[in-house]
Nanobody
Framework: VTLVESGGGLVQAGGSLRLSCVCS????????MAWYRQAPGRQREMVAG???????TYADSVEGRFAISRDNAKNTVYLQMNSLQPEDTAVYYC????????WGQGTQVTVSS
């Protein structure tokens, strides 16, 4: 499984970004697609996930601001991030759980105050 993220960048507080993750496999065959993030000096944490059945889960810190979705025809998972805050600054990684774990290369999101 190869995962390629895009959509990161620099945004002011209160702004929005949409991240994309293109998967080399049919995402309907993948148990869980998720977005993680890792800020400097901190552990990687899961931000949002979506199962093959369409169930979603979110970290408390992003509930109501972020939304994970997918386009099955494009084998792509998205993370819509609204009301971004400086504490959202991190490298965001796409993750796929399909027996083994697979990671993308990450995309930097920087939120300025």
């Amino acid at each position: 499984v190869t995962l390629v993220e895009s959509g990161g960048g620099l945004v002011q507080a209160g702004g929005s970004l949409r991240l994309s993750c293109v998967c080399s496999w049919n995402i309907l065959t993948i148990d869980l697609m998720a977005w993680y993030r890792q800020a400097p000096g901190r552990q990687r944490e899961m931000v949002a996930g979506i199962t093959s059945g369409g169930s979603t889960t979110y970290a408390d810190s992003v509930e109501g601001r972020f939304a994970i979705s997918r386009d099955n025809a494009k084998n792509t998972v998205y993370l819509q991030m609204n009301s971004l805050q400086p504490e959202d600054t991190a490298v965001y990684y796409c993750h796929a759980r399909a027996g083994a774990s697979y990671w993308g290369q990450g995309t930097q999101v920087t939120v300025s105050s």
